[in-house]
């Protein structure tokens, strides 16, 4: 009986549950049922509104055909009247000289006969009719002005409504990740002269391959993109990946999104470890600064230990710094790292060859530091960049000039009035990254 009672309840409660998915679809479908009304109701709106504009144009370039018509009109009509009215006072006045003409000659016997006939001769000489010419100044013919709408009226009955822009297609063979920039390059499948602009969507992540659905780090969008590629600078590469997808829109609709792809971001990623560091830097994993008290507050406890039976060691030291969890020779540790004047700090990941790129911000007001790159060989005494063993870029603010330390470097110079510089190391093996004050 027991167990019947506890499958009865179990029926009754998937019952339940599938009672509110129900109750909870019937709800969508109702909400569905009155945005397709408000939906339609605004699309039909739309629709009037262009053909409405269409025919304002229609309407429009009627109007300006039509003037022009009048225009030519007016203009034929005014050089015919004008011929017309010359031709008529010619020819007036060769009738009026014609019936001069033939009564002259009824009285031919008269005295006066020599000195009429010799009027009459200059008179037809002088005659409007002998300087007109006899042919029209402008044609009655108005073809000119006849229209041909084929073409137009097969474009307005292709009109139609706007198709879904199909999902572009990112091209990862012409896509770069260079420096602090990335630049992403996609193509459409098919031809789409209705397309407007481009939405890019990108995130940083620490998973390679396709896009997982749940990730900590929100989509950044960036719309109004009119070409098919696009450039993003100024990044920080603080996560080994990016994520990147791309939507194309039409002035009513926007498309899927493509297919996300996932790229690399080469960035050389690592932190200060202050067991290196000289004891006049104070650090603080990525940040470092300059201490002037920090050699003798280690001297002062040294003693105070010494005296205390202790042994009087840095590395025993209470101000000696945390040590990174990553990993760094044994025989390197301790606050003797680096002694006299090479102040220096020692990154905690090691770099066994390749190109790298990383990111260093400094404070405008800061005088001098370098950073670069140099052989686990470096001695305690030896400045950065100032031996074989090490290479950096070097900014002094003492001299308000700048440029790289020797050895071996490639041809770079910076400007200190800048707050960040962008550096990428030379290509040499067993280095490791190290930054001075």
Known sequence: ???????????????????????????????????????????????????????????????????????????????????????TRALESSEELLETANQTL????????????????????????????????????????????AQERQMLQALKFLPVPSAPVIDLAESLVADNCVTLVWRMPDEDSKIDHYVLEYRRTNFEGPPRL?????????????????????????????????????????????????????????????????????????????????????????REKDGKGRTASPVNSPARGTPSPKRMPSGRGGRDRFTAESYTVLGDTLIDGGEHYWEVRYEPDSKAFGVGVAYRSLGRFEQLGKTAASWCLHVNNWLQASCPSTTPAPNKCFTPSRPSLHSRSCPLSRYGVAASR
């Open 106 to 149: 009824q009285a031919m016997d008269s005295e006066d006969f020599p000195q009429a006939a010799k009027q009459i001769k200059d008179g037809v000489t002088m005659a409007p009719a002998f300087r007109l010419s006899l042919k029209a100044k402008v044609s009655d013919n108005m073809s000119h002005l006849m229209v041909d709408f």
């Open 1 to 87: 009986m027991e167990e019947q009672r506890e499958a009865l309840r179990k029926i009754i409660t998937t019952l339940a549950v599938k009672n509110e998915e129900i109750q909870s679809f019937i709800y969508s479908l109702k909400q569905m049922l009155l945005n397709v009304e408000a939906n339609s109701a605004k699309v039909e709106e739309d629709l009037e509104a262009e053909f409405q504009s269409l025919f304002s144009l229609l309407e429009e370039l009627k109007e300006g055909m039509l003037m022009k018509i009048k225009q030519d009109r007016a203009s034929r009509t005014y050089e015919l009247q004008n011929q017309l009215a010359a031709c």
């Open 214 to 302: 749940k990730e900590d780090q929100p989509w950044m969008v960036i719309e109004g993109i009119r070409q098919t590629e696009y450039t993003l600078t100024g990044l920080k590469f603080d996560m080994k990946y990016m994520n990147f997808r791309v939507k194309a829109c039409n002035k009513a609709v926007a498309g899927e999104f493509s297919e996300p792809v996932t790229l690399e971001t080469p960035a050389f990623m690592f932190r200060l470890d202050a067991s290196t560091s000289h004891q006049n830097l104070r650090v603080d994993d990525l940040s470092v600064e300059w201490d002037a008290m920090g050699g003798k507050v280690q001297d002062i406890k040294a």
